[in-house]
């Protein structure tokens, strides 16, 4: 059996190292132009299935241009191990920074880096089906809600109602309603109540003003992940 050392390993990657310069123009083009259409459609879905607080139109096309580059550094390194070695030491001297501020984005980033790789090789059918498949999951679960969204009820009023409001309160909603904080002074109180938005607050609300004209009430909403 014929031993292989590491120089045979070099030399037959030397051998190859025009067989990215001699890839046909058509292949190219056409590698490219998949990858920039699916970057598209990656685009488009973190913008409908965005759930944040600030949708970043920079981060979107970053996804598009992450999977060009990607496909084009896929094409240069394939099936040569110099330049996949001499890839893997310019990267590694790179520092990104960029704050990620919602985990979400880092499936869009690996899924535009997906496709790269597969159309980079010229396996068009793997990145065009997993990319429908991913898109149908994102956009089903885009419209669900882990949790109803909560709201916080803030009541301020004089401190002999305190107790029959807070009672009132915790009776309506029973187990779907936290107590979240309870502050007074000489003579008035002030309570925060988290409230999952399984009931009716308008009717809570209504039926406290007409018994309490002197109770304060605000409502704040914020989604619930």
């Known amino acids: 059996m014929e031993n292989i050392t590491f120089n045979d390993i070099l030399s037959m990657a030397s051998a190859n190292m025009t067989a990215a310069s001699s890839l046909p123009w058509v292949a190219i083009i056409m590698n ?7 970057g598209v459609l990656i685009a ?15 981060f979107a096309v970053s996804l598009i241009l992450v999977s060009l580059v990607t496909t084009m550094i896929i094409m240069v390194i394939s099936g040569n191990l110099i330049l996949s070695l001499g890839m893997v ?34 396996i068009f059918s793997i990145s065009i089906i997993s990319s429908v498949f991913i898109t149908l999951i994102l956009l089903y679960l885009a419209k669900f809600q882990s949790r109803p969204k909560s709201k916080l009820l803030v009541v301020k009023g004089p401190n002999s109602l305190g107790s029959a409001v807070c009672e009132t309160i915790s009776a309506t909603y029973q187990n779907n309603s936290i107590q979240k904080s309870f502050s007074q002074d000489k003579s008035n109180f002030e309570a925060v109540f988290e409230l999952n938005g399984r009931g009716d607050i308008s009717e809570t609300t209504q039926m406290i003003s007409s018994k309490h004209p002197e109770i304060e009430l605000r409502i704040l909403s914020y989604p619930s992940n």
């Open 44 to 58: 488009l879905v973190y913008r409908k299935a965005f759930v944040g607080i600030l949708f970043q139109k920079s």
């Open 89 to 122: 030491g310019a990267l590694s001297i790179v520092r990104f920074r960029a704050a990620i501020k919602e985990p979400i984005d880092i499936v869009y980033m690996f899924w535009a880096v997906g496709v790269g790789i597969a159309n980079g090789v010229g």
């Open 32 to 38: 490219l132009t998949v990858s920039l259409f699916l």
